[in-house]
């Protein structure tokens, strides 16, 4: 099942139903923000009071942060870019089994995006709703010109506890520390017990995320970047869109090309950034 719904307040999506899992992506920022497997406790965390408005990015699911990651250096354009507060087009969706549904979602450069970044592009994102989740982000440059991007899917994963969950696949990779600035290398498994923004450099395939039930297995492709987030008490308190103690049940592992990890894409070339997420029980 494929349909196109609308929240009261006209916010448009798409839901997916196949006998393997259930999912919902909205139009705006071809956002991931629900996707469970059969009999199983959603992976995804989405905020209990997230807004669900055209201009304000969900809090949870899995924004697409591009064609910049972070703060741009012109400080008064968004953080994370644009593409997670426009509207995308519905290309195509259709069922491959009873198992799995393919979805296809584009962004073309407008006026609009061309006041921010002024670039000719094709985005699209693909994305497969099967026992695993397959996401495909493709940057194709239509320009004359070469242009440089930095992107993540902003990954948000609902854990047990915070205490109770560490990441493994990140060990001796060196990391860019988000709240000083420094370079520093990451000794053993990732555990939280304070702040943690961090862009992880040169990284393997697979992150595996543990936590007291189950596995979740990240698998990256066009990407030697992941970002690990949790915003801890203070900043919690201080987030849109997260209730005071939200910090206890989720945290992000981003697939990236995040700083050394910017891609140069030439005319016509595309570039994919390419994530599996399944869950190992
Ligand atoms: O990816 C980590 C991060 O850049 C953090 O610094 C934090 O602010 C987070 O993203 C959320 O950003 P947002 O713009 O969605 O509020």
Known sequence: MIEHKKLRN?????EVENSSAKAKIALQGAHIFEYVKKDEESFLWLSEISDFEHGKSIRGGI????????????????????ARVFMWEFMDGYEIDENSTSITMKLTHNEETLKMWQHK??????????DKLIVELKTTNIDDKEF???????????????????????????????????????????TFNEEVDRVYQEVD??????????TISIENEGSSSVVVWNPWIDK???????????????????????FDDARVIKPNEVHTLKSTYNCLL
Request: proline share 4%; net charge positive.
């Open 63 to 82: 924004p697409i942060c591009w064609p910049w990651f972070g703060m741009n250096s012109n400080k008064s354009l968004p953080q994370h870019g644009f």
């Open 236 to 258: 919690c308190k201080r987030m849109s869109a997260m209730k005071d103690n939200d910090y206890k049940n989720m945290l992000c592992i981003e697939s990236a090309n995040a």
């Open 10 to 14: 006209g916010f448009e999506y798409i």
């Open 121 to 130: 592009f094709e985005l699209e994102l693909h994305v497969v709703v099967s």
């Open 148 to 190: 440089e991007i930095t992107q993540a899917l902003h990954t948000y994963f609902a854990v047990s506890h915070i205490s109770h969950v560490n990441i493994k696949g990140l060990n001796k990779k060196p990391y860019l520390d988000a709240l000083t600035w420094k370079k520093e290398l990451q000794k053993g498994d990732i």
């Open 205 to 214: 395939k697979q992150v595996l995320l543990l936590d007291k039930s189950r």
